[in-house]
């Protein structure tokens, strides 16, 4: 059967990246990117792999530009690509254009987006304008100004920004920023080992929940919180700076903060 749908999703080595190309990589009528900086190790069976540092702009491109554009109808970028810094005084560690987030938080977040969105709007727009639908993450807490998490949030807020801009700039442009709750992947079980994951939500739990928002998205913008109910949440949970910072060490640590 004729693929229609063009999938792509960064990240792909990581968990929720891999958990939705299994997911798309399964449905009729598509075709399946992943995209990273690192080779997959296991990789998925009708999975299309590209390898580039997406923060270099010159071998993103290169590598979008290898993409088959000809039977597709539609297209959906998946960015769930972005880095994290525990901000212990509330300060970036590198800041060189004194912006108060760190540059490396910026660019993991910020350049790997527009690093493949800019070269996905001049492909699709040769193919006779392709719709294309972007998805990127962020956390529940990111408009709450958590010092610790400056850069990260501020980062976000920024792009959450940029996506709507471009959603109402660009003709046939839809984009989804969806929220998250702590999600239980390699990495977060990396930077937080002594954390209790129970109400964590996982990756397949993630597309489970937004797979059909983000296939027939009709509107310009939207935002969609996930979660699981959690006792320790109460309201002005993400206002409490001192709890949230000592939980947040402890997690890290194992000790109080």
């Not at 009729?28 to 009708?46: F, Q, V």
């Not at 109808?73 to 590198?94: A, Q, T, Y």
């Not at 490396?104 to 790997?112: A, H, K, L, P, R």
């Not at 998805?135 to 807020?157: M, T």
Request: proline share 4%; with cysteine; glycine share 4%.
């Amino acid at each position: 059967m004729e693929t229609t749908k063009l999938v792509l999703v960064s990240g792909a080595t990581g968990d929720l990246g891999r958990a939705y190309l299994d997911h798309f990589k399964k449905e009729s009528n598509m075709r399946c990117y992943g995209i990273s900086r690192r080779i997959e190790a296991h990789p998925l069976k009708n999975v299309n792999y590209l390898l580039s540092d997406l923060e270099n702009s010159e071998t993103t491109r290169k590598q979008i530009n290898l993409i088959e554009y000809e039977k597709i109808n539609s297209i959906i970028l998946i960015h769930p690509v972005g880095r994290f810094k525990f901000e212990e005084n509330g300060l970036p560690e590198f800041d060189k254009n004194s912006d108060s987030i760190d540059d490396e938080v910026y660019s993991s977040n910020i350049d790997t987006f527009h690093n493949i969105v800019r070269p996905l709007i001049e492909n699709r727009d040769k193919y006779g304008l392709k719709p294309l639908t972007l998805v990127a993450f962020g956390s529940l807490s990111d408009s709450y100004n958590v010092p610790w998490r400056g850069s990260y949030s501020k980062s976000k807020l920024i792009l959450r920004n940029d996506m709507k801009e471009l959603s109402r700039l660009e003709k046939k442009l839809n984009s989804i920023f969806i929220n998250l709750s702590s999600v239980k992947t390699t990495n977060e079980f990396k930077t937080r080992p002594y954390a209790d994951p129970k109400y964590w939500v996982n990756p397949k739990e993630i597309v489970d929940r937004t797979h059909k928002l983000i296939t027939e998205m009709n509107k310009n913008y939207v935002e969609l919180d996930i979660f699981n109910d959690c006792p320790e949440y109460y309201e002005g949970y993400y206002k409490n700076y001192t709890n949230l910072k000592q939980k947040w060490q402890k997690e890290m640590q194992g000790i109080d903060g």
